[in-house]
């Protein structure tokens, strides 16, 4: 009999494929996909672990949660993801709404999980597994939201264990995926009309470093001749795996997009190394100039965190000049999250709450400032822009991003949803740019 399932989903990109993974997997299995909680016979919870905020949220979450099961006692509540995979049973405990805990590499079990979750409370899977087929079922194409881009797993874990990080606690090694499964999954999506393709890993370009398969630059020029993929991108890199392969790379394919998600974390040598980032900001510095030398049009952003214990005064003022000096195009900034089972977590020179938060708005200033003269310099420039379709904000206009990840609202006519389309670029904004379809 079919079955109702709502999901609900916290944290990065990762995560919100892992739920794509999650639907089609339970829609092969004869649920359906709810996006009403009420109607749901099974709700399932993806969690994010990495900072304390993110925690916060699914737990109030969940807390609504236990008032609907109260109305409704047939209702199957399962907690998943990194949050799921660091607490455990504890979360059995503190919530008795919980019937299913499952780690980061139970997913492809979640048909056999929730059938045992329907004949007793308390089903914990939670075992890290280097099993490639329990890892990855190259039978199994995600359900993105999107009709026009997609996101395709290349490797899973983290091996580098940065001293902040929970990362490598919840997700487990590094693992890379089979590239023939890869090439299959984006062949696939080209034939249902994907024409961007985003490649998902924590330290994506580490791709085939271990089990000596292809490394990740020739992944990327075996996908540049997918037919119909006319995008590619990859999310997030570390500047430790940016290789020579890498930057010819972006000198020759033809559908790598100008832009490099490249995390720097901090500008202070002292900070990165207390860190365990493995770069100095020289080295950092370095690749972004070569890679600009490669590809003088790329986009390069960052993640950025303040906080971190120990950081003084000068330190984050380096952070804000390299800021200044590699001018990034976008950033995610963060204020340092104590994280237990991390290093870092037991440093004895925790900043007070106060400074980090103070800090934070001094760094999201100044790259508001930046982001926008970098916005404003492409006014008169023609832009290839993937559109998605209506703007959600001004339906009276189109929307989609640039090959630099630039969202654009511009005039058009709507037949161009789902096409790479010229747009003259004729107004910038903080965030985003405006135009028109030439
Ligand atoms: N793998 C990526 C890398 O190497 O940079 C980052 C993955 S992590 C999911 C995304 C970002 O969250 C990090 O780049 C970092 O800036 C931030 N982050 C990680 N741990 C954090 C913590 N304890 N407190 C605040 N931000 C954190
Ligand atoms: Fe976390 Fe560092 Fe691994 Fe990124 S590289 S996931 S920040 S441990
Ligand atoms: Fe959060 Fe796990 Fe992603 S901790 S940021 S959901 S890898």
Known sequence: MEKYLYLETFGCQMNEHDSEKIAALLSRNDYRVTQNPRQADVILVNTCAIREKAEQKY???????????ETKPELLIGVGGCAAQQNGEALLRQMPQVDLVFGTHSMLKLPSLLDEAATRRGVVSLDFTTDLADRFDSTLIPLSRHPTRAYVTVMEGCDLFCTFCVVPLTRGREISRPP????DEA????????KEITLLGQTVNAYGRRRGEMPFHELLAALDEVPGIARIRFTSSHPRYVTDGLIEAYRRLKHL????????????????????RRYSREEYAAIVARVREARPDIAITTDLLVGFPGESEEDFEATLALMREVRFSDAYTFAYSERGGTRAA????????????????????????????ENRSRVGCVEDV????RSKTRPEKLAGRTGQNKIVTFAGDPA?????????ILQA?????????V
Do not use: W
Request: aromatic share 4%; proline share 5%; glycine share 8%.
């Open 346 to 373: 037991e440093f004895a020179d925790q900043l007070p709450e106060k400074i980090r938060k103070e800090r934070l708005a001094r760094l999201l200033a100044l790259q508001k400032a930046i982001g926008f003269e």
């Open 257 to 276: 997009c100008p832009h490099l998600h490249l995390p720097v974390q901090s500008g202070s040598d002292r900070v990165l190394e207390r860190m365990h």
């Open 187 to 194: 062949r696939a999506l080209a034939e249902r009309g994907v």
């Open 416 to 424: 161009l949803a789902g096409t790479l389309a010229p747009v003259r």
């Open 180 to 183: 023939e499964q890869i090439l």
């Open 429 to 437: 904004f903080p965030n985003s740019l405006g135009g028109e379809a």
């Open 386 to 389: 993937l559109v998605e379709g």
């Open 59 to 69: 737990l109030s979450l969940l807390g609504r949660y236990r008032e609907l099961k």
